[in-house]
């Protein structure tokens, strides 16, 4: 299987599968110097952790994580970092009903036509447990932009159709409640999540990431634009169903002089009197906060009955088994952050050689 890497300069490669004996990254091209220790990485891995809340699976997971390589004495090496987490807690006989059978929603089907065989304990690396490398990978990137200054603030901005108020956001709230919503009241979303679970059914929702601290000029005018980069990163997640930044589909419905970002000058900065380009103009970040949503599909795995086919095309009845989470936007919330992270890390690294003085400077002694 290839595509298992993202990235050009900071590039991560993921490994391993739900119910193998572990899962985890290898990290290239971080810089020597930085410091980082299991705990940097622990901080963001406990936020997909399963088992936090009535709203996750009860899969009974530490993910702890093990620095293998690329660390010494605190700092690392500049040689390839590589990070593993055991799996403690598979029971892999809740999927032996589903051996024959593709569930609906999955990459059941597609997996079995693209390879002839699949991995049915968990989905194996089409599972949600693949993003236990990309978190990793967020990281150890984020460590590195907290040199550039650069901030990731990622959040829950609506769980199936409540959302957010925006009139009464606090992001410091965001941690201290089990939706992930930067608020103090979620009891609408919360009763819209366990009418949902009585019924034995599943909810999708929106998670929001604000990046501050971005140069202007990052990305490039034509395939490399940074809002494509950052799109196909968080579309590689396996629930993301959709992408906007800033206005998003919402600017189709404006006129130009409305959804156009006004300049002025401060006298020593240009700045934008709004922000409905979301931080990024022809393809380049514009120096203010990119802002971009996911939408994150209902998972897939419901306890209802469910129409389906097994592997000899036959029509089927279907009940999942197992642990499930009823609503994987709160844990998606740290993957979503962590595929940004990892995207404008490495977009930071490659406009390093945009001008000559840059790379120049990158080789002048002090």
Not at 104 to 118: I, M, S, V
Not at 205 to 222: F, K, T, W, Y
Not at 289 to 297: F, G, H, V
Request: charged share 20%; hydrophobic share 35%.
């Amino acid at each position: 299987m290839s595509d298992s890497t993202f990235g050009r300069l900071f590039r991560i490669t993921t490994w391993g599968e739900s119910h193998g004996a572990g899962i985890g990254v290898v990290i290239d091209g971080c810089p020597a110097g930085v410091a980082l220790c299991e705990e940097d990485i622990q901080k963001l891995l406990d936020l997909r952790k399963p088992g936090q809340s009535r709203y996750t699976t009860a899969r009974n997971e530490s993910d702890s994580a093990f620095i293998l390589s690329g660390v010494f004495e605190g700092r690392t090496t500049g040689t390839p970092i590589s990070v593993m987490v055991r799996n403690a807690d598979q029971k892999s006989r809740d999927y032996s009903n589903i051996a024959e059978s593709y569930r609906p929603g999955h990459a059941d089907y597609t997996y079995d036509q693209k390879y002839g065989f699949r991995d049915y304990r968990g989905g194996g690396r089409s599972s949600g447990r693949e993003t236990i490398g990309r978190v990793i990978g967020g990281a150890v990137a984020m460590k590195v932009l907290e040199k550039f200054g650069v901030s990731i603030i990622t959040f829950t901005s609506s769980i199936g159709p409540v959302r957010i108020s925006r009139e009464n956001m606090d992001f410091s709230l965001i941690n201290d409640n089990a939706l992930r919503m930067p608020q103090a009241d979620i009891s609408e979303a919360e009763v819209y999540l366990k009418e949902v679970m009585a019924n034995g059914d599943s909810a999708g929702g929106v998670i929001e990431c604000h990046i501050s601290g971005c140069p202007a000029g990052l990305g490039s005018p034509v395939f490399g634009k940074i809002d494509a980069q950052l799109s196909k990163a968080v579309m590689s997640i396996g629930a993301v169903k959709g992408v906007e930044i800033g206005d998003g589909f919402e600017a189709s419905t404006h006129r130009g002089s409305e959804n156009n970002d006004s300049f002025y000058s401060d006298g020593t900065n240009t700045l934008k009197r709004t922000n409905h380009s979301g931080g990024i103009l022809g393809g380049m970040s514009d120096g203010d906060t990119i802002i971009l949503r996911a939408a994150i599909k209902p998972t897939p795995s419901i306890s209802m009955v469910q129409d389906t086919v097994n592997r000899n095309n036959e029509n089927i009845k279907l009940q999942i088994k197992g642990r499930h989470d009823p609503c994987i936007v709160p844990r998606a919330v740290p993957v979503v952050a962590s595929m940004c992270a990892i995207t404008i890390l490495d977009a930071l690294m490659v406009n390093a050689t945009s001008e000559i003085h840059r790379l120049i400077a990158a080789y002048q002694k002090d």
